[in-house]
């Protein structure tokens, strides 16, 4: 069984995406510390044939608290002010009809938790793109909170009965082999490789959000386009 683990990224890049989709069970470990101007709240769309980066806006967000402990902003006008955004970039795009619906019901779900609205927006992803992986909050399940960085991964994959760990490349320092193959875990670290398309008629601009992907990629091909990345 493949288990994944990564921190609650709204509308991430496709490399997040080629994560999940690799995993049987994948957790969002949000019982961690939030990180400022990090990509939990904040991803790029295409604005103009620019790289646009947006945020959701939070309510006394600290790197003291915990990410299922941070709130949205109460102003609920972000939310339109967002959908309008995405609307001006990608409305002549050809999967524009099909991807927007979606983007409404993931930016308008009612909550006030940035973890919550994470969980429910990548839930809708997966269905649209038929990915069955198994999504779990951390903070739900596991009761480990008192580990730390190593050992707490480890005793994840153990409570889940994970037979492989798979982990971004950038942390490549953080784990090591030996350690998980004593407790009988295969660690693999994924690398992603570019995928590029045609964004209208501009220079292809990089590492967007999956968003980007879906309003120029029809499902098949985004679904390709998941397994365009390696295990090292």
């Known amino acids: 069984m493949t288990l994944a683990i990564m921190q609650p990224y709204f509308l991430p890049y496709i490399g997040y995406m080629q994560l999940m989709n690799l995993a049987d069970t994948f957790v969002l470990y949000d019982d961690v510390a939030f990180i400022n101007r990090g990509w939990i709240n904040r991803n790029k ?13 939070l309510k ?28 001006q970039g990608y409305r002549k795009a050809p999967q524009y009809g099909a991807v927007m619906p979606i983007t409404e019901k993931i930016i308008n779900f009612t909550t006030d938790s940035i973890a ?12 649209y793109l ?49 350690t998980f193959s004593e407790a009988g ?23 967007l959000s999956i968003l980007d992907v879906l309003m120029f990629n ?7 386009f998941l397994t365009h990345c390696e295990l090292i």
């Open 45 to 57: 769309l295409l604005i103009n044939g620019q790289e646009h980066l947006f945020t959701l806006p």
């Open 130 to 178: 038929g990915i069955t992986t198994r999504l779990v909050a951390s903070s739900s399940v596991y009761d480990n909170a008192e580990l730390k960085a190593q050992a707490r991964i480890l005793d994840i994959c153990k409570q889940e009965g994970a037979t492989r760990y798979v982990n971004p490349i950038g942390g490549m320092e953080l784990y090591d082999k030996p």
């Open 60 to 87: 006394d967000a600290s790197q003291n608290k915990r990410i299922n402990e941070v709130h949205l902003a109460d102003d609920p006008k972000w939310r339109g002010k967002l959908l309008k955004t995405i609307e």
């Open 218 to 224: 029809d499902v098949p091909t985004t679904k390709a």
């Open 185 to 207: 875990i295969e660690l693999n670290f994924i690398r992603s490789q570019r995928v590029a398309y045609p964004q209208f008629k501009n220079e292809f601009v990089p590492w």
């Open 116 to 127: 919550d609205l994470i969980y429910a927006s990548l839930v809708e992803l997966n269905q």
